[in-house]
């Protein structure tokens, strides 16, 4: 690791004048950017911790809509019990070590292709809040380590309108336990939404013809016999990308089965 | 009334209370004054010619004392292999050098060819970045198979890949072929044993220091054996003479074989100490571990059975490749030969056997022992080819293996692969697993996963293995450069507490309490009263360390040997104090008595006489009361056991998950149950990490793809199930004090092939029967992959 300077701004206004230096960088939890500057691979002169801005902590359930603060804890996300999928994602990332640091903003700004929350968003079309603008979901994931986020931009917050019924189902990588592929299914009044996390060299995407089964009949049933296009499936050590295919079709059966 | 101290009592383990309070100390915990940082220059390339080193920019860098590289040790020696095995034609194997650092070449990623030392750990990174190397890079050498082919070689000098090409018993290859020809039924089976990284918990770590006024060097480093290490920096590599050069392993933090090697960076920290005159200090990142500590295994085999139609074993015949990486580790040679061939008997009766091993060098970092070191490839082949011998030959895989068994009134039996068994009863083993394990309940069992859309499945295996590796006559004749004996001193002071000195290292095996245990049965002194000394070459005598499952079973008998000699002297003194004849003297719970009489003087008298010899007899005794035993077994030991495991398939995912597993091992006499059963665990849990998740992997261009937890799948709680362990089946070994065997690599040898074929067995009971192997690791994605394939 190098040297650098920490600063921990208490509001969004300080972070962003934090930021405006060269070579700064946002700091959420820290899961992915300290082990990457321990290897020698980031070297920001500044980091910019969001820990100790309030406004961006805590979780809001108003109505049919939960309000995530950017700098919330995937422990807290977890605690809030806003709705079973989002509940079962966050307690299960990573380990209480992971939960007790990583926030849901630095995991959508990070936008790893195996991390948990962008198949939340994506599934639930939520709306990504930064300090100057909303942005949808579906115009957020950009691919792998890509987003719409600009270069002094911070998640503020992350609003999601509540499903009906969700799940999500994560196979786990055997070593990193990031999942191998993730399925997240959110229903709703209007159609079902499926966000696939893991699998894709795209990083997440919705899987639209199974949503078209789906919303008309919602059963794990109705979509045995689909098959996901396998030709952009990531394939490395853990899996090849015929076999991520399958886990997408298994796993939106179980979070189908599973969803509550 | 059960005891409640002494041989085959579970008091806790005394050092646990240190570790688990912070208290530990290992060698990165120690910190010396004016102390300075190593850093290594790493190649990221496999292969590479070193043209140029420009050191200029690193050595003006701030902090920076010195560089250094391979030129500066072009002169020195190489880090040897301690075993010379011989090829089939007689012609010795290739034994190319192996620097301190790379000279010429680079040959592995990882492999270091500079190194910086500096004021402080940060400053001495700065100027590795510093250092521009040109190479020019070569084409990787990495799978085995092509390697041999090759006409480009990893050392240029010996132009070939082959470091040997081993026969084992030659003399038997005539009649092996012979059998198998003519058998009624041939069982071929094709494995890859899989690579492993050692991931000890505590990194590696060296720090020397030098004494300029005495010139003598200390250093404190993480080895399980530090007289071995000692004896290969002074004889091989520096020339530093042994009385010079003090080692020190304090409390080590997992080896698993890795820390049994001497490696390169002790000798830089040592030679830099000298040149700066001051402290020298290293210590690897997680990611130098995963590069360049020692790993385990890659065996890439083919193996043949023959039997007769009703089972009866004819012969096994294994072709192996071993990889043995960029250079020669320290015991590289012989794991997958003297202690992988020799067991490819296993517990059977088979006539014939024959190995074949070519080691192949390749453009990664060195393989030699890993927790069963040759045992785990052997059990594994035979152990695969025997359960798909039983499913072709439509055979219970229990009975095929009792029908083969060496039986109980064979013993002393001379294997076809050339050991002589002093012990064992292999039908009680698994009598004793039929009575555990609820074999009559698994269709229900089975019945019940199915209904959750699982394939269940159940594996059954045996094992043999040899350890406490020995004796030091018959391994010299088979090449071995060591001695393979241990050594204990038992120092009973002047108050009657008493220190033990012994050659063995724990990192991990609980020697602290095991060995007073064994004392204070012997000497009726409190277990509490004894303390172990090991682990610096100022304090103990030389003796061997800990690999190989030794430490009880060799060191254990040293300590033995020399407690004896202390009854001995002890029995002359307190005869004196009774005015007594020896012959009269008896001794028994600490005490000696005349035969006959009242009259006793306890053992913490008869030590303070020693020492205060006031009314002694010294026209016949020495005053003082210590003495040391060098032990040398007349043979290995040979534990046993059979396994049972059953697991549950996920056909839809291809997801294993372990249900149960039950080990049943004779490990002769136990001394101290716990620690017995604890060893089973994690052995268990280390061969379950083979069998279902550890990879190390290189890519075609010899990059280490599982070169983080990232990628490298390591076994956690949640992966493994609850163990049924069992030691009750004794069978002692005949010819050590103790009749103990060793158990610290049992669960690791027997555990991979019990999983294996339970996996196996899930799928043929899903249907999927042209599934009849699945190499390791047994992955989700392997699995779904051999279902659809």
């Known amino acids: 690791m190098y040297n650098f300077d920490f600063v921990k701004p208490l509001n969004v206004a300080d972070a962003l004048v934090a930021l405006a230096s060269e070579e700064a960088q946002a700091l959420g939890g820290g899961q992915t950017l300290i082990p990457t500057m321990k290897q020698r691979l980031a070297s920001p002169e500044k980091l910019v911790s969001l820990s100790g801005i309030s406004e961006m902590q805590g979780v809001d359930i108003s109505g049919n809509i939960v309000t995530i603060g950017g700098a919330t804890t995937h422990a807290n996300v977890a605690l809030a019990g806003a709705f079973e999928g989002l509940t079962g994602l966050a307690g299960g990332i990573g380990d209480p070590a992971v939960r007790n640091r990583g926030t849901i903003g630095g995991s959508l700004a990070n936008n790893d292709p195996a991390a948990c929350y962008p198949a939340a968003a994506l599934a639930t079309g939520a709306t990504i809040v930064t300090n100057d603008r909303e942005i949808d979901a579906d115009d957020y994931f950009q691919g792998m380590f890509t987003t719409a986020l600009e270069d002094v931009e911070i998640i503020t917050a992350v609003r999601m309108p509540i499903p009906q019924v969700s799940n999500y189902q994560k196979f786990e990588q055997p070593a990193s336990r990031f999942a191998l592929v993730g399925v997240f299914v959110a229903k709703y009044a209007d159609g079902v939404r499926v966000a696939v996390t893991g699998a894709s060299e795209n990083g997440v995407f919705r899987w639209s013809e199974a949503e078209g089964v789906l919303s008309t009949n919602f059963s794990a049933d109705a979509i045995l016999g689909m098959s996901v296009d396998s030709s952009e499936m990531i394939s490395d050590l853990h899996g090849t990308k015929e076999y991520r295919a399958n886990l997408v079709r298994v796993l939106t059966g179980r979070a189908v089965s599973s969803a509550s | 009334m059960p005891k409640d101290s002494g041989i085959g009592t579970s008091p806790k383990r005394r050092e646990d209370i240190r570790f688990l309070t912070g208290n530990g100390k290992y060698t990165d915990d120690i910190n010396l004054t004016g102390q300075s940082y190593a850093a290594f220059v790493r190649s990221d390339v496999a292969h590479g010619k070193i043209n140029s080193i420009d050191t200029s920019a690193a050595e003006n860098m701030a902090g920076v004392l010195a560089v250094f590289t391979g030129e500066d040790f072009a002169d020195v020696g190489g880090n040897p292999a301690g075993w010379l095995i011989n090829s089939r034609d007689g012609e010795p194997m290739k034994e190319p050098k192996r620097p301190v650092l790379a000279h010429g070449k680079v040959r592995h990623v990882g492999d270091a060819y500079a190194a910086v030392i500096a004021e402080t750990a940060a400053q001495a990174q700065n100027a590795v970045d510093a250092i521009n190397a040109d190479i020019t890079e070569l084409p990787a050498i990495v799978d085995m198979a092509t390697a041999l082919a090759s006409g480009s070689f990893v050392h240029d000098e010996i132009e070939t890949n082959q470091c040997f090409d081993w026969g084992w018993i030659e003399d038997n290859r005539a009649a092996t072929d012979a059998a198998i020809r003519s058998a009624p039924h041939v069982t071929t089976l094709s494995l890859v044993n899989n690579r492993l990284v050692p991931n000890a918990m505590e990194s590696r770590a060296s720090t020397a220091d030098y004494d300029p006024g005495t010139g003598d060097y200390t250093l404190y480093t993480t080895s399980q054996n530090p007289h071995l290490t000692r004896l290969l920096i002074c004889a091989f590599v520096?020339?530093?003479?042994?009385?010079?050069?003090?080692?020190?392993?304090?409390?080590?933090?997992?080896?698993?074989?890795?820390?049994?090697?001497?490696?390169?960076?002790?000798?830089?920290?040592?030679?830099?100490?000298?040149?700066?005159?001051?402290?020298?200090?290293?210590?690897?990142?997680?990611?130098?571990?995963?590069?360049?500590?020692?790993?385990?295994?890659?065996?890439?085999?083919?193996?043949?059975?023959?039997?007769?139609?009703?089972?009866?074993?004819?012969?096994?015949?294994?072709?192996?490749?071993?990889?043995?990486?960029?250079?020669?580790?320290?015991?590289?040679?012989?794991?997958?030969?003297?202690?992988?061939?020799?067991?490819?008997?296993?517990?059977?009766?088979?006539?014939?056997?024959?190995?074949?091993?070519?080691?192949?060098?390749?453009?990664?970092?060195?393989?030699?022992?890993?927790?069963?070191?040759?045992?785990?490839?052997?059990?594994?082949?035979?152990?695969?080819?025997?359960?798909?011998?039983?499913?072709?030959?439509?055979?219970?895989?229990?009975?095929?293996?009792?029908?083969?068994?060496?039986?109980?009134?064979?013993?002393?039996?001379?294997?076809?692969?050339?050991?002589?068994?002093?012990?064992?009863?292999?039908?009680?083993?698994?009598?004793?697993?039929?009575?555990?394990?609820?074999?009559?309940?698994?269709?229900?069992?089975?019945?019940?996963?199915?209904?959750?859309?699982?394939?269940?499945?159940?594996?059954?295996?045996?094992?043999?293995?040899?350890?406490?590796?020995?004796?030091?006559?018959?391994?010299?004749?088979?090449?071995?450069?060591?001695?393979?004996?241990?050594?204990?001193?038992?120092?009973?002071?002047?108050?009657?507490?008493?220190?033990?000195?012994?050659?063995?290292?724990?990192?991990?095996?609980?020697?602290?309490?095991?060995?007073?245990?064994v004392v204070s049965e012997m000497l009726g002194v409190e277990e509490n009263s004894i303390e172990i000394v090991h682990g610096d070459t100022s304090k103990i005598p030389f003796g061997m360390g800990s690999y190989g499952s030794r430490s009880l079973a060799v060191c254990g008998s040293a300590v033995v040997r020399a407690t004896e000699k202390i009854i001995n002297k002890a029995t002359k003194i307190a005869a004196h104090m009774l005015e007594a004849s020896e012959s009269d003297i008896d001794f028994k719970d600490g005490k000696f008595s005349v035969s006959g009489t009242d009259k006793s003087v306890a053992f913490g008298e008869v030590a303070f006489k020693a020492y205060v010899p006031h009314d002694y007899p010294h026209d016949e005794l020495e005053p003082g009361l210590e003495e040391t035993a060098f032990y040398d077994p007349a043979n290995f030991t040979y534990p046993s056991g059979a396994y049972a495991c059953e697991v549950e398939v996920d056909p839809e995912t291809g997801q294993v998950t372990v249900e149960s597993f039950t080990a049943v091992d004779d490990f002769g006499n136990v001394i101290n149950p716990m620690i017995v059963t604890g060893q089973v665990h994690g052995g268990i849990g280390q061969g379950i990490g083979q069998a279902l998740l550890e990879n190390c992997t290189y890519d075609e261009n010899g990059q280490l793809l599982s070169a983080s937890y990232m990628d490298y799948a390591m076994p956690r709680a949640s992966d493994l199930p609850f163990y049924t362990v069992d030691h009750s089946c004794v069978t002692p070994c005949t010819h050590n004090p103790l009749g103990v065997k060793g158990c610290g690599e049992a669960g690791a040898i027997g555990s991979p092939p019990t999983i294996v074929n339970a996996v196996v067995d899930a799928l043929h009971s899903g249907g999927h029967t042209h599934v009849t192997h699945i190499d390791m690791p047994v992955s989700p994605a392997r699995v779904w992959s051999a279902i659809n394939s």
């Open chain 2, 238 to 517: 520096l020339g530093i003479p042994e009385n010079k050069l003090r080692v020190v392993s304090p409390d080590v933090g997992g080896g698993f074989g890795s820390k049994i090697y001497h490696y390169g960076e002790e000798a830089l920290v040592l030679a830099a100490a000298k040149k700066l005159c001051r402290p020298v200090k290293w210590t690897a990142s997680r990611s130098e571990s995963f590069l360049t500590d020692a790993h385990g295994r890659d065996h890439v085999t083919k193996i043949e059975l023959a039997c007769e139609k009703d089972g009866t074993f004819i012969a096994f015949r294994t072709d192996t490749m071993a990889n043995v990486g960029a250079y020669l580790s320290n015991f590289s040679t012989v794991t997958p030969t003297f202690l992988h061939g020799t067991l490819m008997a296993g517990n059977y009766t088979v006539p014939n056997v024959y190995v074949n091993v070519k080691a192949v060098f390749t453009n990664t970092a060195p393989v030699d022992a890993y927790r069963g070191a040759g045992r785990p490839e052997a059990t594994y082949s035979l152990e695969r080819v025997i359960d798909k011998c039983a499913r072709e030959l439509a055979l219970d895989p229990i009975e095929l293996r009792r029908k083969n068994f060496i039986k109980p009134d064979q013993f002393p039996y001379a294997s076809a692969a050339g050991l002589e068994y002093d012990a064992g009863n292999y039908d009680a083993l698994f009598d004793k697993l039929e009575e555990i394990v609820d074999f009559g309940g698994f269709k229900a069992r089975r019945a019940e996963s199915e209904k959750g859309g699982k394939l269940r499945g159940l594996g059954i295996n045996s094992y043999i293995e040899a350890c406490g590796i020995a004796p030091s006559n018959l391994v010299g004749i088979l090449g071995a450069r060591v001695g393979l004996y241990d050594a204990a001193t038992v120092r009973v002071n002047a108050t009657g507490n008493i220190s033990v000195m012994v050659g063995a290292h724990s990192h991990g095996q609980g020697h602290a309490t095991v060995f007073p245990q």
